[in-house]
Nanobody, 122 residues
């Protein structure tokens, strides 16, 4: 079982930046997909960004050009750099992981962090 712990959330004004971190309890460079999802209360979780074992990445259309996912395998840590934040980015952000390629469906991820809240105010 993989444990994931997110950090770095907080409150920021429109146009600001935040850097989220996710510390994993396993060596993520051994074939894991790492990704970020977010959820607004009352709405479904949506994928934000993912990074595969080979460092290939994918992003939701809504964050492309503003968010960057990266990882440091040696530190077992994945990051989400969020720039030019908008109010619609407000959500609970979850670090997720799955062994293998990055799934597109939320129920395909076996491991979830506890979440970190991001609030963007206008």
């Amino acid at each position: 079982q993989v444990q994931l712990v997110e950090s770095g959330g907080g409150s920021v004004q429109v146009g600001g930046s935040l850097r989220l971190s996710c510390a994993a309890s396993t060596y993520i460079g051994s074939g894991y997909c790492m990704a970020w999802f977010r959820q607004v209360p009352g709405e479904e979780r949506e994928g934000v960004a993912g990074i595969a074992d080979d460092f290939s990445t994918n992003y939701a259309d809504s964050v492309t050009g503003r968010f960057t996912i990266s990882k440091d395998n040696a530190k077992n840590t994945v990051y989400l750099q969020m720039n030019n934040l908008k109010p619609e980015d407000t959500a609970m952000y979850y670090c997720v992981s799955e062994y293998g390629t990055c799934p597109s469906w939320v129920d395909e991820y076996d491991y979830w962090g506890q979440g970190t809240q991001v609030t963007v105010s206008a």
